[in-house]
Structures are given as C-alpha cells and as structure tokens.
Nanobody, 118 residues
C-alpha cells in the first residue's frame, strides 16, 4: 500500500515563501506522474502543478512563475517551492501520484494546510 505524507504547510504573510514536501513510503520511480492539488472549502480540488517521471512539469496559470515543482527519485520525494504567496493561495494542499498498470491508480496524501495572510 502506497502512503504519501505531506509536510511543510503553515502560516505565512503575503509575499512570503513555503516549501511543501511529499514523502512516499516506497520508490516513486514507478509513478508516471506526480502532482500537487489544492482545495478550499466549498470548491473542487484543483491541480496546482504536476511533473512526469521524466521531469516535465506543468502548472496552473495562477501559479506560473511563482511555484516550482520537482521530484527526487533518490529520496522518494516530491516538492513544491512556493514563492510570492498570495492570500488566494490559501488552501489544503494534497500530493497525488499515478501508477500506470492495466489502469491508472491514483494515490493521495492526507493534505497540509497553507494559509497566506494579507
């Protein structure tokens, strides 16, 4: 059973930075795609950034130029560097990982709260 554990969330002032980490219980090399999502109460979970196993990233327009996603296969970890944070970035951030077999299995972490004060 795959376990993903996020850390690094917290309270920060607008303009500040945070680095989120997602630690996997085993090798992440087999995950074809890993991503960060976020969710605020009453809204759907939305994609923030994703990265393929070959290191190709994709970003939501709202975070382009401010957030950077990376993965370290040697440490079995996914990261999200968040700079120039805005109050609208406040949300619970979730790590997700896809493993492709006959189908695609998606695994989720439990989430970490990010709060940006104005």
């Amino acid at each position: 059973q795959v376990q993903l554990v996020e850390s690094g969330g917290g309270l920060v002032q607008a303009g500040g930075s945070l680095r989120l980490s997602c630690a996997a219980s085993g090798s992440i090399f087999g995950f074809s795609y890993m991503a960060w999502y976020r969710q605020v109460p009453g809204k759907q979970r939305e994609l923030v950034a994703g990265i393929t196993k070959y290191g190709t990233p994709n970003y939501a327009d709202s975070v382009k130029g401010r957030f950077t996603i990376s993965r370290d296969n040697t440490k079995n970890a996914l990261y999200l560097q968040m700079n120039n944070l805005k109050p609208e970035d406040t949300a619970v951030y979730y790590c997700a990982a896809d493993r492709m077999t006959v189908t695609t299995d998606r695994y989720w972490g439990q989430g970490t709260q990010v709060t940006v004060s104005s």
